[in-house]
T-cell receptor, first 116, second 111 residues
Framework: NAGVMQNPRHLVRRRGQEARLRCSPM?????VYWYRQLPEEGLKFMVY????????ESGMPKERFSAEFPKEGPSILRIQQVVRGDSAAYFC??????????????FGPGTRLTVL | GESVGLHLPTLSVQEGDNSIINCAYS??????FIWYKQESGKGPQFIID?????DKRQGQRVTVLLNKTVKHLSLQIAATQPGDSAVYFC??????????FGPGTRLSVLP
């Protein structure tokens, strides 16, 4: 029973390149959340998606960042023209329910993005 | 003892002792809380949760206490083991809203 899967686990990009981070939710989960974590800090919400819909992107920067969760395939967080400040760990979580009272989120192992 | 490190507060306990990790949450309307454990280089792992209509919930070696009056959440770990060394986060949410995570506490288990 696979948990949340993320790939790649480590990603190195030069300034100005694009970064694509993938997340496959737990089996049966159709709600995906992306978080960003800087070293020694907590997780900051970025975006919440259901299949083919962005539900809440209030935590995502307006420029260069985008996310999708297509009908088939993993959710993708895309960062265009990366800058050094984008270096962080990006975690994906999935849940069974829809931000209800007890929609426990289960996390993937994260993608650690390093921008040179 | 407990001390504030450069970024994360750190709690150091002797192996075999009980640990108590505290969290002050911000929203009095929050109705669901989760404790996560994050080991170095890994994603947060669900430990235990509690709804706002409860003040205590027990799991295997862990107990979560909720005091809504002072907006305080605590995680108690019995007979702390070396494998318990990690950063522990509390997360709160209100119905229909997103989770808000606390800054985390690093638990260091001394031999």
């Amino acid at each position: 029973n696979a948990g949340v899967m993320q790939n790649p686990r480590h990603l190195v990009r030069r300034r100005g390149q694009e970064a694509r981070l993938r997340c496959s939710p737990m089996k049966g989960h159709s709600h995906v959340y992306w978080y960003r974590q800087l070293p020694e800090e907590g997780l900051k919400f970025m975006v919440y998606l259901q299949k083919e819909n962005i539900i809440d992107e209030s935590g995502m920067p307006k420029e260069r960042f985008s996310a999708e969760f297509p009908k088939e395939g993993p959710s993708i967080l895309r960062i265009q023209q990366v800058v050094r400040g984008d270096s962080a760990a990006y975690f994906c979580a999935s849940s069974l329910a829809s931000r209800g009272v007890t929609d426990t989120q289960y996390f993937g192992p994260g993608t650690r993005l390093t921008v040179l | 003892g407990e001390s504030v490190g450069l970024h994360l507060p750190t709690l150091s306990v002797q192996e075999g002792d009980n640990s108590i990790i505290n969290c002050a949450y911000s929203n009095s309307a929050s109705d669901y809380f989760i404790w996560y454990k994050q080991e170095s280089g890994k994603g947060p792992q669900f430990i235990i949760d509690i709804r706002s209509n409860m003040d205590k919930r027990q799991g295997q070696r862990v107990t979560v206490l909720l005091n809504k009056t002072v907006k305080h959440l605590s995680l108690q770990i019995a007979a702390t083991q070396p494998g318990d060394s990690a950063v522990y986060f509390c997360a709160e949410k209100n119905y229909g809203q997103n989770f808000v995570f606390g800054p985390g506490t690093r638990l260091s288990v001394l031999p």
